[in-house]
């Protein structure tokens, strides 16, 4: 059993699916549209053929990307998001959306000391 298969709570398992430090890079790349391995990586700056390798083979897995090889030669293969990994577009927008409108209180924060005084806010539940 792997550790993914441990978590029970979905959404455990959704962020321990696309925690990886490329793989919402790959998802948001593709978006709707289909991409060669090394144009994939053209876009990526600074992740190295190994590394795209196994997130592509990790998000093919999970059923977020889709692989499709040509019978020729030189091999071309081409990566496009499948409809599940197609509904994560809207979710990563929103989380785009909102790095963006909190980027220097963010980055504010990052620079301050740590307060002993500081918790952590609990997560809210939707109903």
């Given at each position: ?37 090394r144009?994939?990586?053209?876009a990526?700056?600074?992740v ?14 999970d ?24 509904s ?11 790095a ?23 997560m809210?539940?939707?109903?």
């Open positions: 059993m792997t550790y993914s298969t441990k978590l029970v709570c979905p959404i455990q398992r959704t962020i321990a699916m696309i925690a990886d430090k490329w793989k919402v890079i790959v998802i948001a790349n593709l978006g709707d549209r289909t991409m060669r391995f144009e994939l990586q053209r990526m700056e600074g190295t053929p190994k590394v795209l390798t196994r997130q592509l083979r990790d998000l093919e897995r059923g977020l990307v889709s692989r499709k090889a040509f019978a020729e030669i030189p091999p071309r293969v081409e990566y496009s998001l499948t409809p599940l990994g197609r994560l577009l809207p979710i990563l927008q929103q989380l785009h959306n909102w963006v409108a909190n980027s220097e209180s963010l980055l504010h924060r990052q620079e301050e000391p740590a307060s002993a005084e500081t918790e952590p806010v609990p809210q539940r939707s109903a």
